[in-house]
């Protein structure tokens, strides 16, 4: 079952000149002809450089932007529908890149809290809901600590902790691990991959990082307002001259096996993980060398 589905979306950008005395500005494509569609439960990584429309693509599944042409659903409802914005953004929550744009209060648990305040739940369920998602994101302990200052990774969780208090069913993030150190970005990633397989959560995650994709179902690709290629990501890393053409790096074990094999080596393709490039190095060096 399909949760959102992108029909033909196309997204223009209307580059006007703020000053009324200069120039107008020619309008540009940012999505092009765009069709996808993602199941329940599956977890999505969308990738692209600046400027290939991924996260302007993101931000149509919650009606954060509605398309020029095309049509986007959620759960059928069309995002145009002005009285559907309410629940289509009930049913896909968004994280931003920038856990501070995010954060109202100043104390965490009434961060938590504010959106299903505004969804004008009960008082009990509020508190059980806010317990319940900073327990999910692992920050439970840190109910009554002011956001400004925890850690980055600290404060994304939080974020995503003030989603989950609005029970979604689909989590859109638009590059949450962005401005974190490998260890927050670990703490993120952990956190989603754990809602999506123990919750069956549907994740829409948008990375430059390929070995955060990597964890994903599925990975789409995206260049100049269009999807280029997807698939499994052993599918999409092992077409690595077409990543690097469109300026796009591949995990960096599938980098060391590729150029491996390019001098020769017989490794096999599809190699994602630091444990499967040493585990293909080891079998290689164990084979007798031909006489």
Avoid: W
């Avoid at 399909?2 to 309008?27: C, K, L, M």
């Avoid at 914005?85 to 109202?104: F, S």
């Avoid at 948008?206 to 997807?230: C, N, P, S, W």
């Avoid at 591949?250 to 096999?268: A, D, I, K, S």
């Amino acid at each position: 079952m399909d949760i959102i589905t992108a029909q033909d979306v196309r997204f223009i950008y209307d580059n006007g000149a703020e000053d009324p005395g200069a120039a107008p500005q020619d309008p540009v494509m940012v999505l092009d002809g765009v069709s996808l569609a993602v199941r329940q439960g599956e977890f999505v990584a969308l990738l692209g450089h600046n400027g290939s429309g991924k996260s302007t693509l993101a931000k149509h599944f919650n009606a954060m932007l509605l398309p020029t042409g095309g049509t986007v659903l959620v759960r059928d409802m069309n995002t145009a529908d002005e009285e559907k914005k309410y629940e289509i953004r009930r049913t896909v929550g968004m994280v931003l890149q920038n856990p501070d744009n995010q954060l109202v209060s100043t104390i965490v648990e009434e961060d938590v809290a504010f959106g299903p305040e505004n969804l004008g739940i009960e008082p009990a369920e509020i508190r059980r809901r806010v317990d319940d998602a900073l327990k999910t994101v692992g920050m439970y302990d840190y109910r009554t600590h002011a956001p400004h200052k925890l850690s980055g990774g600290q404060k994304q969780r939080v974020a995503i902790a003030g989603i989950l208090a609005m029970q979604p069913d689909c989590l859109v993030l638009d590059e949450p691990t962005a401005m974190l150190d490998p260890q927050g970005r670990r703490e993120v990633l952990d956190t989603v991959s754990r809602l999506n397989k123990e919750r069956r959560m549907t994740v829409v995650l948008i990375t430059h990082y390929m070995e955060e994709a990597a964890r994903a179902d599925r990975v789409v690709v995206m260049d100049d307002g269009q999807i280029r290629m997807e698939g499994t990501p052993r599918e999409v890393f092992s077409r690595v001259e077409e990543l690097r053409a469109i300026e796009l790096d591949v995990p960096q074990p599938t980098e060391l096996c590729y150029e491996l094999r390019r001098r020769g080596v017989p490794l096999p393709d599809g190699i994602l993980t630091a444990e499967e490039c040493a585990d293909a190095i080891a079998l290689f060096m164990e084979e007798p060398p031909c006489r």
